[in-house]
């Protein structure tokens, strides 16, 4: 099982190949440069040191979402036309499940926030005891405070993400006993959406293409919404 996985959805950009079920090569950036002329290029490098042709991939995989609007965009624009050219199935993997699944075993709940700006983030509750995220109720998408309420008390919980960064001092102010993800596990990982996307594969859960997972409208809808409304 050969899969190809890029992870553009965040301020990350990443690539992974899974051969033969073993993450063969992984290439991780967080620096500041644009996806658009970088996530080709590791794509490429990932194949290279895992000696694969794409035409030995069984499957493309990709993180949807939620996260930046542009960067969603560039990754399943770029694993749509590859799995399209090569005629492969698409696997689609949620940038928040792709964090819970750094944390397999966690006898708790695993807590990816994905910073929207201002108080505003994305966020999801997963139960990750038998090792694959298990979402537990809806995906959320709003106020950091209106989410933190909703969160269980005396519950062991460890937190990801940006959003989880950005508003640390908040959650430890609601929940002081909260456990917070080390740098190598804080963010979405290509490595974790390949072995994801090879769970879904064995079961058959594949796609045609990728979709976009977008949980609010892009901020330019919204500001002319808002400028329509006002007239």
Do not use: W
């Not at 964090?99 to 201002?118: E, Q, S, V, Y």
């Amino acid at each position: 099982m050969n899969i190809l996985s890029i992870e553009t959805s965040s301020s990350v950009a990443g690539a992974a190949v899974l051969r033969d079920g073993k993450l063969a090569a992984e290439c991780y950036l967080d620096h500041r440069l644009t996806h658009s002329e970088i996530i080709m290029p590791m794509a490429e490098r990932v194949l290279k040191m895992a000696e694969l042709a794409c035409d030995e991939l069984d499957a493309f995989a990709v993180d949807v979402g939620p996260g930046s609007f542009t960067g969603v965009r560039i990754g399943v624009c770029a694993i749509n036309g590859m799995a399209d050219a090569l005629n492969k199935p698409v696997i689609p993997v949620d940038s928040l499940e792709a964090m819970a699944f750094g944390f397999p075993f966690f006898a708790g709940l695993a807590i990816p926030l994905t910073d929207a700006r201002g108080e505003q983030v994305y966020a999801g509750r997963y139960d990750v005891e038998s090792g694959e995220p298990k979402r537990v109720g809806e995906r959320f998408a709003g106020n950091i405070r209106d989410f933190l309420r909703e969160l269980p008390k005396d519950h062991p919980m460890v937190f990801m993400g940006d959003g989880a960064l950005a508003h640390k001092a908040l959650i430890l102010s609601s929940f002081p006993e909260a456990k917070f993800a080390p740098a190598h596990l804080d963010r979405p990982r290509a490595g974790a959406i390949a072995a994801l996307a090879a769970k879904r594969l064995e079961r058959g859960e594949t796609a045609t293409a990728a979709m976009p997972l977008y949980m609010r409208s892009p901020q330019a809808e919204r500001m002319r919404a808002l400028r329509e409304q006002h007239g």
